[in-house]
């Protein structure tokens, strides 16, 4: 596991001899924030020879202190609209500095903050050091690399090392998933890679990899690989995680994940280099995946949460499916198909159906798909993940508590509704088929192109029968991170890991 562990610290002293500590991080709107009064003083003093000290993230030649430096990287930016971010970005400016000065094990120190927006500040700031030490994959693997640091610690008066390094060890393990190529981590080398992943981790774990159990059990899902059948080592996979916490249950969550390999738009192909980047399109399986990683760590009580993740390559060749075909999805719904480039609803199709057979038998239960699912979410929200819900999951305030949570933990999401339209619009117009998986343009420049997916998520997978007058209601929340799961280059970014921590504490509550 490629992790920088995060150790407690409670002892001022620590900042003083070392403890094996070799630089200090402060992270800080303002000097005088800084309990320690020393740092304050010598970053004062600092000020009158460097003018950028307090202004931009500045490395202190700091004798007495743990290895000699101080890194001071101010906290920029606050104002009515700001929120829990801005300490992650000076988090992130100010370990880099430490790790570009040689050091091994720098202590972070966060100024705490009256201001209930910044109340996991501390967290949000180990969380984006983590973020910015990750290296790919494929670069690991191929230069032997090591972490950068043996260890960061955090000082605080409250132990937090459990759940930073339980959610660390979730977000690198995602991030593995999403960032690496194509046939590194093919579908089925995603599989191998959970299955190792949660060896001894209590989950239970089980992939299914059988050809016609895939075409019987997720016709919708073997469509989309249908060309990828034909070569072994592209050949599908749908991978089943249960964690159940020890007491009695008292909630039950179940998460579909779209894990596209590769997306190349299979018949209607992406076209003028539409397909860079596409290997990032199990970004949503990735994210689940990573939560797993992280309750099997935390163990916590109460609670069931099962997932599913459908993993497929959506190849071109002469296998293909196509536009206007008319397939029966797991729930017995006949999906004529719009375009077959919109192919993560279809894959979340079939497992949300089997999740609600389950979701039948479970306490509780509230559903949840994660996908980089339109591009019109990325054209409406930007950056920022959007939750779509059923009128269920509405009168659970499901969205607004999600919200509530990813605001404080630097994971926003941005609520859209359904609305009537959203179902007219995946009504098939001819009456040959029940439904109708996408109009034939890009989602992008479509109304509501985030929006309706939901609607027809709903229809495919038989969750529309579970409405709030049912007889069993059931709770869905549809999760789109297609402007999320990476940052900075649009095509081959960083991987985020959202919403992991979001979805971790909403479990968790």
Request: hydrophobic share 45%; charged share 20%; net charge negative.
């Amino acid at each position: 596991m490629f992790q920088v562990p995060v150790i407690d610290v409670n002892n001022d002293q620590a900042i003083f001899d070392g403890e094996g500590f070799d630089a200090v991080v402060v992270v800080t709107p303002d000097l005088n924030d800084v309990a320690q009064q020393e740092i304050t003083l010598l970053a004062e003093h600092a000020k009158h020879i460097d003018h950028r000290v307090g202004k931009q993230a500045t490395l202190l030649f700091a004798p007495g202190l743990a290895g000699g430096r101080l890194i001071i990287s101010p906290v920029t930016g606050d104002d009515d609209y700001a929120d829990v971010r801005i300490y992650a970005k000076a988090a992130k400016e100010g370990i880099t500095i430490a790790k570009d000065a040689g050091a091994k094990k720098p202590l972070l120190i966060v100024a705490v903050s009256k201001d209930q927006r910044f109340s996991f500040a501390t967290e949000v700031a180990a969380l984006a050091c983590g973020q910015a030490l990750w290296q790919p994959l494929e670069t690991r693997e191929a230069q032997s690399l090591s972490p950068a640091f043996n260890a960061i610690g955090v000082m605080s008066s409250q132990p937090k090392s459990d759940v930073l390094n339980a959610l660390e060890a979730g977000r690198v393990l995602a991030r593995d998933l999403c960032g690496t190529e194509p046939e590194r981590m093919s579908a089925i080398h995603f599989a191998d890679y959970c299955v190792a992943s949660f060896k001894d981790s209590g989950l239970e774990v089980a992939v299914v990899d059988d050809k016609a159990t895939l075409l019987k059990d997720y016709p919708l899902l073997s469509a989309v690989g249908r060309s990828s059948f034909d070569v072994a080592r592209h050949h599908p996979r749908v991978v089943k995680l249960t964690y159940t916490g020890e007491g009695e249950i008292t909630r039950t969550l179940l998460f579909a994940g779209k894990g596209v390999v590769y997306d190349t738009g299979g018949a209607d192909i992406k076209i003028a280099g539409g397909m860079a980047g596409m290997s990032r399109d199990k970004g949503g399986a990735a994210a689940v995946a990573g939560l797993m990683k992280t309750l099997s760590l935390l163990k916590p009580k109460g609670i069931k949460v099962i997932a599913e993740l459908g993993l497929v390559r959506n190849s071109i060749g002469s296998e293909a499916f196509v536009t206007d075909e008319i397939i029966t999805s797991h729930a017995g719904v006949r999906v004529r198909i719009g375009n077959t480039d919109a192919e993560g609803r279809l894959v979340l199709a079939d497992l949300l159906s089997h999740l609600r057979i389950q979701a039948n038998q479970a306490t509780a239960p509230s559903l949840f798909s994660v996908a980089t699912l339109t591009g019109h979410v990325v054209r409406a929200y930007g950056g920022y993940s959007a939750l779509v819900e059923n009128a269920v999951a509405k009168q659970q305030g499901v969205a607004a508590k999600l919200q509530q949570i990813g605001q404080q933990w630097a994971e926003p999401f941005e609520v859209s509704y359904l609305r009537p339209e959203d179902f007219d619009k995946v009504a098939d117009k001819n009456g040959a088929a029940d439904v109708i998986s996408s109009n034939n343009g890009p989602s992008s420049v479509t109304a509501r192109g985030h929006q309706y997916p939901a609607a027809f998520l709903l229809k495919a997978s038989g969750l529309d029968l579970h409405h709030l007058q049912s007889d069993l209601p059931l709770s869905y929340t549809h999760i789109d991170i297609a402007g999320s799961a990476t940052e900075g280059d649009p095509l081959y970014g960083k991987p985020t890991a959202q919403p992991l921590v979001a979805l971790l504490h909403f479990a968790k509550d």
